[in-house]
């Protein structure tokens, strides 16, 4: 019986393994290897969206402008289309300043979240504590927190497509990037939320 118990104990545990690179091949990670990610990396760009954010049943629609102020960071504002500031938040490393947010965002787990999910969209660059691949991606998993993104560039063209955020036991967030353009803009976002009822989808404008 003793064992009976065990084995279902692995059985379990072995069935909430992350699936995000159980096929891949895992090769050697080098100490000059750091994971990029370039689409809002430059500071003479506005990059300007419209946006759909759709939250526990609320949706709000309107422009949302990402702008590298300063080596380290970046300034997100998201406005109606009639110009009231949904939120203004200041991302630096791995620091935050709110200057303001509407009174149906400020929750914690709803404000907590956007500060994570746009923290990983306009990273540019870090360590590397994992490497895969198979015959479509390369892929480089870095650590945050209690959690680890791993970026998947297409063997194509090397472009980074998609990040996956995950805990040791489940995919969390998939950030998709679509209709990238030379300049290396993504002309459309995606962030889809696994467990919470909040997604997000940005589209270019300029």
Same mark, same amino acid.
């Given at each position: 019986?003793?064992?009976?118990?065990?084995?279902?104990?692995?059985?379990?545990?072995?069935?909430?393994?992350?699936?995000?690179?159980?096929?891949?091949?895992?090769?050697?990670?080098?100490?000059?290897?750091?994971?990029?990610?370039?689409?809002?990396?430059?500071?003479?760009?506005?990059?300007?969206?419209?946006?759909?954010?759709?939250?526990?049943?609320?949706?709000?629609?309107?422009?949302?402008?990402?702008?590298?102020?300063?080596?380290?960071?970046?300034?997100?504002?998201?406005?109606?289309?009639?110009?009231?500031?949904?939120?203004?938040?200041?991302?630096?490393?791995?620091?935050?300043?709110?200057?303001?947010?509407?009174?149906?965002?400020?929750?914690?787990?709803?404000?907590?979240?956007?500060?994570? @999910?746009?923290? !990983?969209?306009?990273?540019? %660059?870090?360590?590397?504590?994992?490497?895969?691949? /198979?015959?479509?991606? &390369?892929? *480089?998993?870095?650590?945050?927190?209690?959690?680890?993104?791993?970026?998947?560039?297409?063997?194509?063209?090397?472009?980074?497509?998609?990040?996956?955020?995950?805990?040791?036991?489940?995919?969390?967030?998939?950030?998709?990037?679509?209709?990238?353009? @030379?300049?290396? !803009?993504?002309?459309?976002? %995606?962030?889809?939320?696994?467990?919470?009822?909040? /997604?997000?989808?940005? &589209?270019? *404008?300029?």
């Amino acid at each position: 019986m003793r064992y009976l118990y065990i084995s279902i104990l692995l059985l379990s545990v072995y069935s909430c393994k992350v699936t995000t690179v159980k096929d891949y091949i895992e090769s050697d990670v080098k100490e000059s290897d750091v994971f990029e990610n370039l689409y809002f990396a430059s500071a003479t760009i506005d990059y300007v969206y419209k946006a759909d954010i759709r939250v526990y049943g609320n949706e709000f629609s309107g422009i949302l402008i990402i702008k590298k102020v300063s080596e380290d960071k970046h300034r997100i504002v998201f406005t109606s289309q009639f110009g009231s500031t949904f939120f203004d938040i200041e991302l630096q490393n791995d620091s935050f300043k709110i200057n303001s947010v509407v009174e149906q965002l400020n929750r914690k787990i709803i404000l907590n979240t956007l500060i994570r @999910d746009f923290s !990983v969209v306009v990273d540019e %660059k870090g360590p590397v504590i994992g490497k895969y691949y /198979n015959d479509s991606y &390369n892929v *480089l998993k870095n650590r945050k927190g209690k959690r680890s993104n791993y970026y998947f560039y297409k063997l194509s063209d090397k472009r980074l497509d998609k990040i996956v955020q995950a805990t040791k036991m489940k995919e969390k967030v998939i950030v998709s990037f679509n209709k990238v353009s @030379d300049d290396q !803009v993504a002309k459309n976002i %995606k962030i889809d939320h696994k467990n919470i009822k909040l /997604n997000i989808e940005l &589209n270019f *404008l300029k």
